[in-house]
């Protein structure tokens, strides 16, 4: 079985400052990948990120970066620099053979 | 190049009725999927295809169909649809495999009353 877990069901930033959002998750494969998705208002989904399971170096895309601890089995998501089009819903999920998300973390950006 | 194209985009039925999702996509991946998304649940999987005529359960199957007679199209069947069926539905597609990005469509706001 494979559970992906996410304990903030909301976050609040002021622009341009830092939130970070955690994930924990549970697999019994060796290989595996994880993603973080992106759900604005208009509920289209937007992968974020990806990170391989076998590389130890922190996956970045441009104000997004994670911080992968592979034994903690943890895979936060950090946003640099927020802006008013980071408010949205954020999913991260795991792929070892089927994709499986956890429950989101509401993200609003202050102005 | 469309992607996922999932319709309709809402749908309002009465306990009881039948319909079907559609789902297709141009990007000729084998995997594709359902999930249904609800608050404070995320997104969850109903059924996956491998392949065309290959399906398998996911984490909530009961109450829904699924066939895959060609790569393109994945449709989802509620054969008698009940409230607890109130969701929003997504269709997914992938090139197979693990890390391949998954693609979503628009989703479809399915009410039941």
């Known amino acids: 079985a494979q559970t992906v877990t996410q304990s903030q069901p909301e976050m609040s930033v002021q622009e341009a400052e830092t939130v970070t959002l955690s994930c924990t998750y549970d697999?019994?494969?060796?290989?595996?990948?994880l993603f973080w998705y992106k759900q604005p208002p208009s509920r289209q989904m937007i992968l974020v990120i990806r990170q391989e399971a076998y590389k130890q170096q922190n996956a970045t895309e441009n104000r997004f970066s994670v911080n992968f601890q592979k034994a903690a089995k943890s895979f936060s998501l950090k946003i640099s620099d927020s802006q008013l089009g980071d408010t949205a819903m954020y999913f991260c999920?795991?792929?070892?053979?089927?994709?499986?998300f956890g429950a989101g973390t509401t993200v609003t950006v202050r102005a | 190049n469309a992607g996922v194209t999932q319709t309709p985009k809402f749908q309002v039925l009465k306990t009881g009725q039948s319909m079907t999702l559609q789902c297709a996509q141009d990007m000729n991946h084998e995997y594709m999927s359902w999930y249904r998304q609800d608050p404070g649940m995320g997104l969850r999987l109903i059924h996956y295809s491998v392949g065309a005529g290959i399906t398998d359960q996911g984490e909530v199957p009961n109450g829904y169909n699924v066939s895959r007679s060609t790569t393109e199209d994945f449709p989802l069947r509620l054969l008698s649809a009940a409230p607890s069926q109130t969701s929003v539905y997504f269709c997914?597609?992938?090139?197979?495999?693990?890390?391949?990005?998954?693609?979503f469509g628009q989703g479809t706001r399915l009410t039941v009353v």
């Open positions: 997914a597609s992938s090139s197979g495999g693990v890390n391949t990005e998954a693609f």
């Open positions: 999920a795991l792929d070892d053979y089927k994709l499986s």
């Open positions: 697999t019994s494969e060796n290989n595996y990948y």
